[in-house]
């Protein structure tokens, strides 16, 4: 089954203008034009008007869920989610940065979204493997069937076979480029610390500079920030100008967090947040 | 005085240019391409469309350490770094990163203070300016052709560089380049035939487009005065924008700086170091006030900056229309399609 | 390097320390040059700033609260910052003693216009902490070198409480002069205040100084300018006759951070002084 990318852009557009129309909402998160057909924008269609300029491609990889934030809390929102997307409003209503009712969940069942950087088909390295939304209230077109269900650690096998000495080796190697530029922080929809922790002076916990001092500190951090919380959306490694792959860290800790707790983040608006929840029962294993 | 050399043995020239001082040339790396001080002189790649982040930091490097110091210790101990300055080649530059270096002067050296550590580096390099090539399209984000700037502009470069088939040719563009071209023995002489195709190449890059049409600075820079005050407009077209700063740091025009005391076990370096005005602790005051705490405020200070204040204050545009910005941007947001907006608000 | 590069800070001594108002939190600080070749580079006018550097902390702008008709050093009132943006720099001079060694950068930024205020009477409006540069404008002009360059000098300013005016054995030699009309006003007196109590705007109103001929000169808390400029405007004073100090976040000083503009001026280099009449042709991001 091929995805009608036309047929859900108008889905969407039909939706957002009914649902601005009614006053459900005042305002629909989803896609719009860029500077070319392959380059769309994230866009806020806040009138019945504005319906008419969203678009839907195969370059729509954008997560809108990080916009939810930005808007005061009790705004009436819909939102366009593909499967990764869906997990990241689960995830934020489980932090309580967002409620449910507020929300207007357009789900977009879809495969084969590319980096509009590198035209690269996202799947296989994110998106967790998943082809659905997990949460949705309207879903836009049939859900997907038939597609391989990887298992969205199987992208780690290379990474994995590494020991501990070659994994600092890569990393160092990785973040010594990094140029500090915040984008995949930004980008992140988890990421909405205000300020963030390397932005703080009193206590400072790393320098502003890009050496591998700061760069590791930095890093390492935010990967630990998201432990538990990291949906898979890619959204930080497709954000890097310098395409360091932050997703590999993300995945791995994603893993041993899902295979300690049983929990993978983002997955049902019952669940706590997997490090903020305790159990008897909880895995030990970190402690051994 | 043009010269030449066969582009398969680019690698003999660059050795020639290691042996007087530091070549820094375009390098392949895993995401792309970057300027860096070549150590091996087969690393020279000419194949390249252009670098992710802008040859500005061969004379603004990201960080540039000022003073030394033990935390702790008297001030008249602390020894201020002295600039260890060698001749510098900057290779393989493309016309419309020369004419940067040109606008980045304007502030770092002609106007007011002046920076000693731009000034240095400036000076002891020597530019190899490289035409675009005009047998391939220009990028979908570039628009340096809008601003008046041409795919094979040999101004502002030291020697120019045009591919020709196999062959790279070099012109002499400065008394500088002359001496240099003179000194390089594994240049041969060019023949007639190069010089037309090197003329004609230059002419051809200006008729070379990128996207959109024209543009005039003083009416875009009225245009935005009249704009600021804006809020829908400016709302609008940075609804997008995360304020992260992936279009400064790769930005040729970006010179906006941070000035840090970064300590580790006792010894401490003050340093400057890129920073952003899309970051929001860019303008937070000790009292805690902060004029810019909306993303559409810092977006309206980046685009009136390179639009509006400073051709009001200096004189040009400060964008070259490289379009590293919009490649780099994470939501594909493009400075010129919102100047091209604000001149049709 | 050093010579001529404007990033480098030049050594100075702590030589005296004023606890300036009761709550304790903010101070004057008399530096002196520990090389004489700085010092004679030093040259400033009243409205200039500096930056003071510590090592291992940063730096932090502040205006020179001295005149430059005192010699042999140099003064700074700072406030202890911290309630919201931790400040270190602040925080650590505070806890510093007379005789430690610091950096200072400077002078940097242009200056109250003392041609332009040359012959015409002056009106100095100052609220709480915002008085230091208005206190080296004060003592440059009374200064006996150049108080006759100067036509009357009316001061009028205001502190929430008694304890919070600074520079109070000044503010008492200027009342007993009759070459200055000196009013002080508190928000709230206490029970040993028997001076004059209310706003500073109320209280412009009620001095009610004559625009002919007159520069107002203003700085305060943003909450005070809001007020007082309608009164100055009321009273007749033009938008090319009022002069206010501004506050941007700032670093090098020297207008290359690029961190500090408001449209296309830096307020460190273009400002931070600029009359109300410039300060309106400026887009409102600040």
Avoid at chain 1, 249 to 263: P, S, T, Y
Wanted: charged letters at 25%.
């Amino acid at each position: 089954m091929a995805i009608s990318f036309k047929q859900i852009e108008d889905k969407l557009k039909t939706e957002a203008k009914g649902l601005l129309e009614t006053g459900k909402v005042s305002l629909v998160l989803a896609y719009g034009k860029g500077y070319d057909e392959k380059h769309p924008m994230p866009y806020a269609a806040k009138n019945a008007a504005d319906a008419a300029n969203i678009v839907f491609n195969e370059y729509c990889a954008a997560n809108m869920a990080r916009y939810l934030v930005r808007y005061p809390r009790g705004t009436k929102i819909a939102i366009a989610v593909k499967a990764a997307d869906s997990r990241a409003v689960i995830q934020l209503i489980q932090e309580d940065k967002v409620k449910r009712e507020d929300l207007v969940l357009l789900g977009i069942p879809v495969y084969g979204i590319k980096n509009f950087k590198t035209g690269e088909i996202i799947d296989s390295k994110t998106t967790g493997g998943l082809y659905n939304p997990v949460l949705y209230d309207i879903l836009l077109g049939e859900e997907v069937h038939g597609q391989p269900v990887n298992s969205p650690y199987d992208v780690l096998v290379q990474y994995e076979a590494m020991d501990n000495e070659a994994r600092w080796v890569f990393w160092k190697k990785e973040f010594d480029r990094c140029i500090r530029c915040y984008a995949c922080r930004k980008a992140c929809p988890m990421c909405y610390c205000d300020p963030c922790f390397i932005d703080q002076n009193k206590p400072k916990w790393g320098e502003k500079s890009p050496d591998s001092q700061g760069n590791l500190m930095y890093h390492l951090t935010r990967f630990h920030h998201l432990a538990g919380r990291c949906i898979d959306c890619g959204e930080c490694s497709r954000a890097c100008p310098v395409d360091i792959p932050l997703y590999l860290f993300h995945k791995k800790v994603a893993k041993e967090c899902e295979e300690m707790f049983g929990q993978a983040a983002g997955m049902s608006i019952e669940d706590k947040p997997v490090l903020v929840n305790f159990r008897v029962d909880d895995s030990d294993k970190i402690l051994a | 005085m043009l010269k030449k050399t066969s582009i398969s043995e680019i690698s003999d020239l660059a050795a020639q240019l290691m042996g007087k001082g530091a070549l820094i040339a375009p390098v392949r790396e895993e995401a792309g391409f970057n300027f860096r001080e070549i150590s091996d002189a087969k690393q020279v790649d000419l194949n390249f469309y252009n670098t992710i982040i802008s040859p500005k930091s061969a004379f603004f490097p990201q960080t540039e350490d000022f003073v030394r110091y033990q935390t702790g210790k008297d001030i008249l101990e602390a020894t201020p770094v002295e600039l260890n300055i060698k001749p510098a080649f900057l290779f393989g530059v493309r016309p419309c990163d020369v004419k940067s270096f040109e606008i980045m002067d304007i502030h770092f050296t002609g106007t007011g203070a002046v920076d000693p550590y731009w000034q240095k580096r400036r000076e002891a390099a020597a530019i190899f300016g490289y035409a675009f090539d005009l047998n391939t399209p220009a990028d979908g984000a570039d628009f340096y052709s809008t601003l008046g700037i041409g795919a094979a502009d040999p101004e502002g470069s030291d020697v120019f560089m045009i591919k020709k088939g196999d062959d790279l040719l070099l012109k002499a563009i400065t008394p500088k380049g002359e001496k240099l071209l003179a000194e390089m023995s594994v240049l041969s002489d060019a023949t007639p035939d190069d010089l037309n195709y090197f003329d004609d190449t230059v002419a051809a890059g200006r008729a070379f487009k990128t996207r959109f049409t024209c543009v005039e600075a003083k009416p875009i820079a009225k245009k935005f005065e009249d704009l600021f005050g804006n809020t829908e407009f400016w709302e609008k077209v940075s609804n997008a924008c995360l304020s992260c700063g992936a279009c400064t740091f790769v930005c040729p025009t970006c010179y906006c700086f941070d000035i840090c005391d970064e300590t580790l076990f006792g010894k401490g370096t003050r340093r400057r170091v890129w920073d952003a005005c899309m970051f929001t602790d860019f303008t937070l005051e000790a009292s805690g006030h902060n004029p810019r705490t909306k993303v559409y405020q810092r977006l309206r200070q980046k685009v009136c900056h390179k639009y509006s204040y400073h051709i009001r204050k200096y004189g040009p545009i400060s964008c070259v229309g490289c379009g590293r910005c919009t490649r780099a941007c994470p939501v594909n947001i493009d400075i010129f399609s919102i100047v091209d907006e604000a001149m049709k608000a | 390097m050093c010579l001529n590069n404007p990033y480098i800070p030049m050594p100075v001594e702590i030589i005296k320390i004023i606890d300036e108002v009761d709550t304790h939190d903010i101070k004057s600080f008399r530096l002196k040059f520990l090389n004489p070749e700085d010092e004679a580079k030093f040259k400033y006018l009243p409205g200039q700033f500096s930056e003071l550097s510590i090592y291992g902390k940063g730096e932090s702008p502040i205006g020179i609260a001295s005149s430059p008709t005192q010699d042999g050093y140099v003064e700074f009132t700072v406030q202890r910052a911290g309630a919201i943006v931790p400040g270190l720099v602040t925080a650590a001079l505070h806890d510093m003693d007379e005789g430690a060694k610091i950096g200072l950068r400077g002078p940097l930024g242009n200056s109250w216009p003392i041609e332009f205020l040359e012959k015409k009477n002056i009106v100095v409006v100052g609220g709480g902490f915002a008085f230091t540069t208005l206190r080296s404008l004060i003592n440059y002009m009374l200064h006996k070198d150049n108080r006759s360059r100067f036509g009357e000098i009316t001061v009028i300013y205001g502190a929430r409480t008694p304890g919070l005016l600074l520079y109070k054995d000044e503010l008492i030699q200027w009342e007993k002069r009759n070459d200055i009309r000196t009013v002080i006003t508190v928000d709230k007196g206490d029970e040993t205040w028997t001076g004059r109590q209310g706003f500073v705007p109320a209280v412009c109103k009620d001095v009610a100084p004559s625009p002919a001929n007159t520069v107002a000169v203003i700085c305060g808390p943003p909450i005070m300018i809001k007020f007082t400029l309608p009164v100055f405007f009321e009273l007749g004073f033009s938008k090319e006759n009022i002069l206010t100090s501004l506050e941007m976040r700032m670093k090098c000083g020297v207008g290359k951070c690029g961190r500090c503009n408001v449209g296309y001026k830096y307020v460190c280099s273009d400002g931070p002084v600029f009359s109300l009449a410039q300060l309106e042709e400026l887009p409102r991001d600040f």
